[in-house]
């Protein structure tokens, strides 16, 4: 008996010592996809300051293309201008040559302004890059961390796994049945010493008959007050220890 005890005894501290390591471990993936959300974030904003630059880009070409056509426009005008024969066509050409060509120099100015704002957004996709780089390191070094103590964890898991089958051949089977019974409502114990009239599982007092039966049958019974499998403390203790 005092075996058989012992196995379910030992049983208990595998099955808890599974449910810790489990509960630890769950953390791993939580946290793994935290960080696969931080370097996601970090992506997204590299891609933005990307689309940024590929925007202004686009404007400054229009622009130029604008500028280039306005020139050209103005050429045409000029050589038109000399061939004017009338003071009132020529002076109408060229009072629109010259609104042309302030209308120029404005769109000049503002391509300097754009080519400015360009540079600025191209140096900051450059930082954002660097900064991902760096991030992305520290992170694949922390996800790195992550799977093993993962896999570690899981390993862990697997050997108490099979500690435990052999473990529970040792209990005796209607103790083990009420104990699996015990376990599926995921108490934080399953089995309950008592220790001086008291149940150690739920800390309330079993009546004294039944623990006087505990302690003479050194059997085992259950807790009136949290259903739990009980036995003395007694009932470990080998005869020699008395
Ligand atoms: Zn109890």
Known sequence: MREKLKALAELQKVDLEVASLRKAADVHP????????????????????????TDIERQKSTLEQNITD????????E??????????????????IDIAK?????????????SKTLGG????????????????EQLSVRMTELRSKQSLAENQVKELEAKRSSVSAGVDPTLLRRYETIRKKKLPAMVG??????CLGCRMNVPPQLYNNLRVSLGTDVCPSCNRIIYAVEALETPAEK
């Open 193 to 198: 010493v008592v220790q001086g009239g008291t």
């Open 121 to 136: 957004a191209r140096e900051a996709v450059k930082g954002k890059e660097a900064e991902f780089a760096t991030r992305q």
């Open 79 to 96: 050589a038109r201008l000399a061939e004017q024969r009338s003071t009132r066509e020529y002076s109408a050409l060229a009072r629109e």
């Open 70 to 77: 306005e020139k050209d426009k103005v050429k045409k005008w």
């Open 30 to 53: 939580r946290q793994l996809a935290e960080l696969e959300r931080e370097l996601g974030a970090a992506r997204s904003a590299i891609e933005a300051e990307r689309n940024r630059v």
């Open 102 to 114: 302030k209308a120029n120099q404005t769109m000049a100015d503002e391509l300097v302004e754009l």
